[in-house]
């Protein structure tokens, strides 16, 4: 039997009725009055709810089908304070963001009771501890930067502060990050977005990162200027060059900043026109072959008056890599360090596809830079640096296993300067300014309070990573080697990471194709002259769109 008021049209009823109610009882006192106000404000919403034609759930559901995009608004909140367990990573799990909140707040951040994670469970990781551990004075961890080529080399942290661009973050962000660095004595990277005056303020170390628009250093976005690169590039603050070939967040993928968001001050920074679309290219236009790349890292390098000059990478297709490889070889061009950026990177707003499917993972990406790096006998010439969800002091014990010479993190120093993971970064809506451009909102952002909690992260996570090497019986972190790291593959079976990946021989490459797969298939078909796919790759290609 067919109601004469299907339930889906109750609340639209109860509103008319409301109003009804209301107007009746007008002249007995404020109550009703308020009544027929809701009444009729329900009742006007029910009534565009039916005649509106994009929502087709709010036309068979008036008013109460609204109550869909409150859920869906709250949902990400509901579900990281109530639903998820401490250990789920979605992107960070709770015990992350909690060890870092504790350490910038100098709050107790031991444990008591027992581990809760499952040992027995497969990807389970820890370090050996030896049976005498080491005696270390401090915990001040430096890595040189620099090599033969480089007149002014640069004493890095193991532990900085990854790219995070002006515009991105805001005003006051960029400030107490680098004033907790310079607090802290470890570097800044500025990103892409260029070296703005919220950089310069407090005087902390600088990594400037160029990327394909060369921001600040551009007679247009995309078009390099020299002249404009050394204004900056000299200045004292600046500490290294970082050319961005691609990021863990969007590999391959470049962007736009619309021109009603290019504002005077965004103008000045990137030095491009105001009010005009700025353009960040998908690829550089100062080169187009991994030769090209070493010439132009040697000429930043004369340019910035001999500072250390390297680029950051996620990894791609194989053989362009070591095409970049092999024309350290063929020009004798070396950069002074590489920085691997891991596909599970993500302070930037990218596609879904992107984030989730495109480049390779920290720990396979930065396998291979090394293993490349070794085989040609440059690694001891070649610093590398890696990024990508990078929080406690065991990520970064691994990750210096692996092959790395110091470890960035940005989304942890976010949660430092008192990001809640609200993921809202992208829409100008962050809850505690941190990545906004809303002076309503950034101005909330106490810079010396939370400079101070930046110092204290960084150095209560190199202070836990002290106690770690000493553990282990060692004296550096970089003494640590795969064979210290031990991962669980099955509930029966353990394997150190110098077993559970291949490694090369230092020289091997120079002398034969080494037996893993990846060098096997595209090590001697890749150019130093050429980005291109090999001719093997090409011919299958086309075999399969005939």
Partial sequence: MTRLLPLRYLCFALAIAALIAGLAGWTHGIGWRVLAAVGALLTALGVYDLIQVRHTLRRNYPIIGRLRYLFEAVRPMMRQY?????????????????????RAKRELETRAFGTERGVYRGDYEWINHSMAPALIDGHDFRVPVGGTDCTQPYSASVFNISAMSFGSLSPNAIRALNEGARRGG??????????????RENGGDIVWELGSGYFGACERAGVFSAERFVERAQL???????????????????GVLPAAKVTR?????????????????????????PEGLLRFVAQLRTLSGGKPTGFKLAIGHPWEWFGIAKAMVSTGIRPDFIVVDGGEGGTGAAPME??????????????????????LGLRDRIRIGAAGKIITAFDIARTLAL????????????????????????????????????PRRWKSLAVS??????????????????????????????????????RRVSGNEVRSLATLYPFVRPGELLEQVPGHAVFQRFWEEARPDSFSPPPGISELRWSKLR
């Fill in 354 to 375: 992107f984030a989730d499917h495109v480049g390779a993972p920290l720990r396979e990406a930065l396998l291979l830079v090394h293993n490349t790096l070794v085989g």
């Fill in 449 to 486: 309070d939370k400079a101070e909690r930046v110092r204290n992260f960084h150095q209560g996570t190199l202070h836990a990573l002290k106690e770690l090497v000493a553990a282990a019986g060692l004296h550096h972190p970089g003494e640590l080697g795969p064979e210290h790291i031990i």
């Fill in 186 to 199: 470890f570097y800044h990277d500025t990103g892409e977005g260029s070296l703005s005056s919220y950089h």
């Fill in 403 to 438: 092959g790395a010479d110091w470890c960035n993190a940005a989304r942890g120093f976010m949660f430092a300067l008192g990001c809640l993971q609200s993921q809202a970064c992208h829409t100008d809506h962050c809850p505690t300014g941190v990545a906004t451009q809303d």
């Fill in 236 to 254: 004292a603050q600046v500490k290294m060059i970082e050319i961005k070939l691609s990021q863990g967040a969007k590999p391959g993928h470049g």
């Fill in 265 to 289: 001050e965004i103008a000045l920074t990137r030095g491009v026109p105001e009010g005009e679309d700025c353009v960040s290219p998908a690829r550089h236009s100062a080169f187009d072959t």
């Fill in 82 to 102: 109530v639903v998820e367990s401490d250990e789920d990573e979605v992107p960070f799990s709770r015990d992350q963001r909690a060890i870092v909140y504790q």
